[in-house]
C-alpha cells in the first residue's frame, strides 16, 4: 500500500529518478556532479548512467528486475543506482557491513538478479550468493577475471531509450532495515 501525504506532494515531481538527473544534466552539463575522489560533471554522469543501463539491458535486465549493491557509497554506486532506475530495474541498497548470512537472507527475500559490489566483499558475496536467484557478480573497483566489471557497461552507447516507468506506480528501490531491534525488515 502507498500511503500519501497530500501536503508533501509538491516536493516530489512526477518523474523516475534518472530523469533527474537527465534534467539536472541538461541544464549543468560541465558543473560537477561528483568531486571526489574524481571530478565528473553532470553530463559525464547522464552519459554513463545511460552506457551502464544499455550494458544492463544487453544481458537481460528488464523492468521490474532486482539489482543488489552491496558496497561503501562511491560515484560508481551512484551511478548503478540511476543506471537500474533507467533501464527499469529495483535497486536493492544492502549495508556493506553486514554479514553473508545477512546478505543471504536479503538477496533471497529480494530476489535480486544480480550484485554489485567491490573486491573487498567479493567473497561475502559469492558465499552469500548460494541458494539464490544471483546469476552475475560485477565490481566497480578492481577487476576479477570470472566477474563482470563495471567498465563492461561503460563500453556501450549513450544512446537514449525509454524504459516505459511509470514514476507513481512503479518501484524504484526495496530497502531493508539493520535489523537491530530484531529480524530484518523490508521497505518499499
Not at 553530463?43 to 544487453?58: F, I, P, Q, S
Not at 528486475?65 to 540511476?82: G, H, Q, T
Request: charged share 30%; aromatic share 8%; hydrophobic share 40%.
Amino acid at each position: 500500500m502507498i500511503l500519501k501525504r497530500p501536503s508533501l506532494s509538491f516536493l516530489y515531481p512526477k518523474m523516475r529518478l534518472d530523469e533527474m538527473l537527465e534534467l539536472a544534466a541538461s541544464r549543468l552539463q560541465e558543473k560537477p556532479f561528483v568531486v571526489y575522489p574524481r571530478k565528473i560533471t553532470y553530463k559525464e554522469m547522464d552519459d554513463d548512467v545511460t552506457r551502464v543501463a544499455n550494458g544492463l539491458r544487453d544481458i537481460g535486465v528488464k523492468k521490474g528486475n532486482r539489482i543488489a549493491i552491496f558496497s561503501p557509497n562511491s560515484p560508481e554506486y551512484e551511478m548503478v543506482v540511476l543506471a537500474v532506475s533507467r533501464c527499469g530495474g529495483i535497486v536493492v541498497p544492502v549495508n556493506p557491513t553486514l554479514k553473508k548470512d545477512e546478505l543471504n537472507y536479503i538477496l533471497k527475500d529480494s530476489e535480486a538478479l544480480a550484485v554489485f559490489t567491490v573486491s573487498s566483499l567479493v567473497d561475502t558475496v559469492r558465499e552469500a550468493a548460494k541458494g539464490t536467484q544471483v546469476k552475475w557478480i560485477c565490481t566497480m573497483d578492481t577487476r576479477i577475471d570470472d566477474l563482470y566489471h563495471i567498465e563492461d557497461f561503460l563500453k556501450y552507447s549513450a544512446e537514449r531509450f525509454d524504459p516505459e516507468i511509470d514514476p507513481e506506480r512503479d518501484l524504484v528501490s526495496i530497502n531493508y532495515t539493520s535489523g537491530t531491534t530484531g529480524p530484518q525488515r523490508v521497505l518499499c
